[in-house]
């Protein structure tokens, strides 16, 4: 505080030192004014970075009410991302397992491997076809669930000498893992049914299939190399001369189901109970998939809504779509499910799975032999070409 007898300090001094003496005091003013601007400026940059720090690196978990968790709340670690997905597209903290309407709600997820002490996470999650780093097994207790996480199959990826003895649980799409994940889609019958009838098909061309994975486990490339010999096929992506940037994936299945008859659903490995977003994705399109897989296709899917490749050679399939796409009544009746049922892409992720079974299931068990499980079990098989 500056308190000056402006009087008496104008009679006694100079003019010219009054204006020194001027300068001088703005010059003090400003320079303490200075310094508690950047004390204040430090001081809220520290506020600041604790606040951050306290919801989660990278804010992360930016939507999380950030729980007092209790005795009673599970904590989930998940160790590696889901390919790109930080958060395997379920999200972070406890709001997900609301949101998503979980039978059980008190859990708690994240990725952050310095939330809590290592042994205190009640599940740690590993996405097995990314997983390189293992967390050291001191830190392990009895507790604890290590869960094995993959929607691809074994074809895809190889296994780790470290599986046996280390996994507690597994997320798949296989029917007999300990958490079922049919993770790309689901057949939901219509609460009301709709009409399809009216819809005149005006299609000109025969066969599409997208595809980016030229080689694979299943040989669909030979197979399709095959059928190219007796009908056409318009084959987009890397692996055709047609174009349709992935960009824009969704127009590009609008412009194949407004063009052509009938879609190539095939997948890159014949393994038990393997379907992917290959044959999910069609489905919601007005056209008719043909499939080329080890899944038993009639217990998920309608009766007559899809064509199975399997069930034919390439010249056998050929003549079928050819003879199925000239009459537009036997084409319309492989569409007529749709008016009962319909895609639900939107299923309920297996994490509201792994948070009830972490509330109700103490029991303790291990995948001792995990490639007789996994590898032996999933049952794959090379293409018929």
């Not at 992360?60 to 590696?80: A, C, P, Y």
């Not at 597209?89 to 008190?106: A, I, S």
């Not at 009216?198 to 299943?218: D, E, L, Q, Y």
């Amino acid at each position: 505080m500056f308190i000056v007898d402006i009087e008496h300090w104008f009679y006694v001094a100079p003019p010219h030192r009054l204006v020194k003496q001027i300068i001088a005091i703005l010059q003090t003013m400003y320079a303490k004014f200075i310094f508690v601007w950047i004390l204040g400026f430090a001081t809220l940059m520290i506020v600041l970075t604790s606040y951050l720090a306290s919801i989660h690196d990278d804010n992360f978990e930016q939507n999380v009410s950030r729980l007092q968790l209790t005795n009673s709340t599970k904590v989930i670690l998940l160790w590696n991302p889901f390919f790109e997905s930080l958060d395997y597209g379920f999200g972070f903290g406890d709001v997900p397992f609301r949101q998503n309407k979980c039978e059980y709600t008190n859990c708690y997820i994240t990725n952050n491997t310095s939330y809590r002490s290592p042994f205190e996470f009640d599940a740690i999650v590993f996405h097995a076809p990314r997983l390189k780093l293992f967390p050291a097994m001191s830190t392990r207790t009895y507790r604890q669930r290590y869960v094995f996480f993959s929607m691809e199959s074994p074809e895809n990826f190889k296994t780790n000498q470290f599986f046996d003895n280390f996994f507690n649980w597994t997320i798949t799409y296989r029917n007999d893992s300990d958490i079922y994940s049919p993770f790309y889609g689901e057949i939901k019958r219509r609460e009301k049914i709709i009409e399809l009838e009216h819809k005149k098909f005006t299609k000109k061309k025969g066969v599409a299939w997208m595809v980016s994975n030229c080689v694979t486990p299943s040989g669909r490339e030979d197979y399709v190399q095959e059928l190219r010999r007796h009908i056409p096929v318009d084959v987009y992506g890397k692996c055709g001369t047609n174009n349709c940037p992935k960009q824009h994936k969704k127009k590009c299945y609008e412009m194949i189901e407004r063009d052509y008859k009938f879609y190539l659903s095939f997948e890159n490995s014949l393994c038990k109970d393997y379907v992917t977003e290959k044959l999910f994705n069609i489905l919601q399109y007005d056209i008719i998939p043909v499939v080329y897989g080890a899944a038993e296709y009639e217990r998920i899917l309608p009766p007559n809504s899809y064509i199975n490749a399997l069930d034919y050679d390439p010249y056998e399939l050929a003549n079928l779509l050819r003879d199925i796409g000239d009459d537009p009544n036997k084409y319309r009746k492989y569409l007529k499910w749709k008016e009962e049922y319909g895609v639900n892409l939107k299923i309920k992720h297996a994490f509201c799975e792994l948070c009830k079974k972490l509330h109700t299931d103490i029991q303790i068990k291990f995948y001792r032999d995990f490639n007789k499980w996994w590898i032996d079990g999933s049952k794959c098989t090379q293409g018929p070409i």
